[in-house]
């Protein structure tokens, strides 16, 4: 394990030609101070864990005292905010501090979320506050443990300064980590201000460092755009079936590598809905649970403009009538696997679509059901199961039960072997709303014991622990409709 003096610096983003953001120094707290430290995302930078003890850490990553080869820079990029282009966004309250390379080889961005004011800031703080801070601090933890690509939260940061937004809250920064920061809306901005020359060159360089077997292919911008396709399709269809619902699928706010980025209002379901809305200032529903597919097709066209440059009009319809097939084929092969068919059949998609017109219907928990149907038995004997429990009229689960029974005896299903496998893939512990804002209201007192109780959780939520039980619990009389914004 290595040291803070030790991390090894390849700042290849900040070293792009002129234009592609602005160096900034960040803005610390007063009186900063080690609010909680993510164990798995320190291994990630090869850091020991006492580093994190050490005043030098804080000074660091809280902008005080940058480390040798620390090169703060704010990246520029515009976007469509729901479906209204906006042609100047960027890290208007982060700053990249730095790529790190680790002994495996692998880089990663160093980015410090609630740094202070850059020239994208439009009259902003450029802080973050407590709320937001720890909802991405967990989610992102809590999506890694899911097993769906994700920036990663490194630490958090508190001090004395006061953020003001409709009233004065606890400011709090955010070290957040991942491959690359680089955005959907980084393509549009060089696109749409006409130069192109630095949409080949942005592309080049994400080639070479995220999909290096492209690099000097013929036709690589054409298969890039493609394997950008591919990897969206597939991350949507690991959100449906989680139950995951993003709330702000702006452009600027999709990953060039497939990856859930920027969590603002996002909502894991309790009551299955459909429809459900999760971020308050979503009035029409834009980004609803079930639009979501839909959405990422449309963000995946603005990308296909921004790059025809690049590639053909023909290339880029290929590529975008591609995606559909791709997220219906990712999201039946999920949908197999938290049901514990071993077989592809032609009427998986009528099995599924019968359970959620059922769950809708009845308003039953996403996660607890699937969590439940581990438990289902194949004996025509069998009594009621776990699964029909959740259900207010159990009479409206038989109908599906007798289908699915039959089909799992039909592939000859041994319960105690499915049950194993369901259990690795429907979690029993994801970050509900309730729960955040749980360990959301203490740390604003100051104790952040909550938040890394629950990162524990959340980093392993596929195995039952009797410590952990009460986060399987329905949300109390509180915790029921939170209204969450994109100010979250």
Not at 176 to 181: D, E, K, M, N, S
Not at 211 to 223: I, N, Q, T
Not at 284 to 309: H, K, M, T, V
Not at 407 to 421: C, F, H
Request: charged share 25%; with cysteine; net charge negative.
């Amino acid at each position: 394990m290595s040291s803070l003096e030790q991390l090894r610096f390849d700042n290849t983003y900040a070293h792009l030609p002129a234009g592609f953001g602005a160096r900034v120094a960040p803005r610390p707290f007063p009186g900063a101070r080690l609010e909680s430290v993510n164990p798995a995302a320190l291994r990630l930078l090869d850091l020991a864990p006492e580093q994190a003890r050490r005043p030098e850490f804080v000074a660091a990553f809280g902008g005080e005292k940058p480390l040798p080869g620390m090169e703060p820079f704010a990246m520029v990029y515009a976007g469509h905010q729901f479906g209204v282009y906006v042609p100047r966004l960027g890290d208007g309250r982060a700053l990249l501090l730095g790529q790190v390379r680790n002994a495996a080889g692998e880089s990663w961005d160093l980015h410090l979320k609630g740094a202070g004011p850059t020239p994208f800031s439009r009259g902003g703080d450029g802080r973050a506050v407590v709320r937001s801070t720890i909802r991405e601090y967990l989610c992102g933890e809590a999506m890694h443990g899911l097993g769906i690509p994700t920036t990663r939260g490194l630490c958090i940061l508190g001090g004395d300064e006061k953020v003001y937004r409709e009233e004065p809250e606890r400011g709090a920064m955010l070290v957040r980590l991942a491959p690359t920061h680089v955005r959907f809306g980084t393509f549009e901005y060089f696109h749409h201000t006409e130069q192109q020359g630095h949409v080949a060159a942005l592309a080049d360089h994400v080639i070479a460092a995220h999909f290096p077997h492209l690099s000097g292919v013929e036709g690589r911008h054409a298969r890039f755009y493609a394997e950008v396709a591919e990897r969206t399709a597939r991350l949507m269809a690991r959100w449906q079936a989680v139950g995951f619902a993003h709330g702000v699928m702006n452009t600027d706010n999709m990953s060039i590598l497939g990856l859930t980025l920027d969590y603002g209002p996002f909502g894991f379901l309790d009551d299955f809905e459909p429809g459900f809305i999760c971020n308050h200032s979503d009035d029409r529903g834009r980004y609803a649970f079930d639009q979501q597919p839909r959405i990422a097709l449309w963000n995946l066209a603005c990308l296909g403009e921004a790059l025809l440059s690049l590639l053909s009009e023909d290339e880029a319809r290929a590529t975008l009538g591609a995606f559909q097939p791709a997220f219906s084929a990712h999201f039946l092969a999920a949908m197999r696997d938290k049901l514990g068919l071993r077989e592809a059949r032609d009427e998986d998609r009528a099995l599924v679509g019968d359970l959620f017109s059922r769950m809708a219907e009845a308003r039953v928990d996403y996660t607890r059901l699937f969590r439940a149907l581990g438990r289902f038995e194949t004996s025509t004997s069998a009594g009621p199961s776990a699964a029909s429990a959740l259900f207010p009229d159990p009479a409206a689960f038989t109908p599906w039960a007798e289908q699915y029974r039959a089909r799992l005896r039909s592939e000859g299903s041994v319960d105690a072997e499915r049950r194993e496998r369901m259990d690795r893939v429907n979690p029993r512990y994801v970050l509900r709303n309730w729960l955040a804002e749980a360990a959301i209201r203490r740390a604003e007192q100051g104790d952040y014991s909550e938040v890394d109780r629950l990162l524990e959780a959340l980093a392993d939520p596929f195995t039952e622990r009797p410590e952990f039980e009460a986060y399987t619990a329905p949300p109390p009389s509180w915790g029921r409709h939170l209204v969450v914004s994109c100010s979250s």
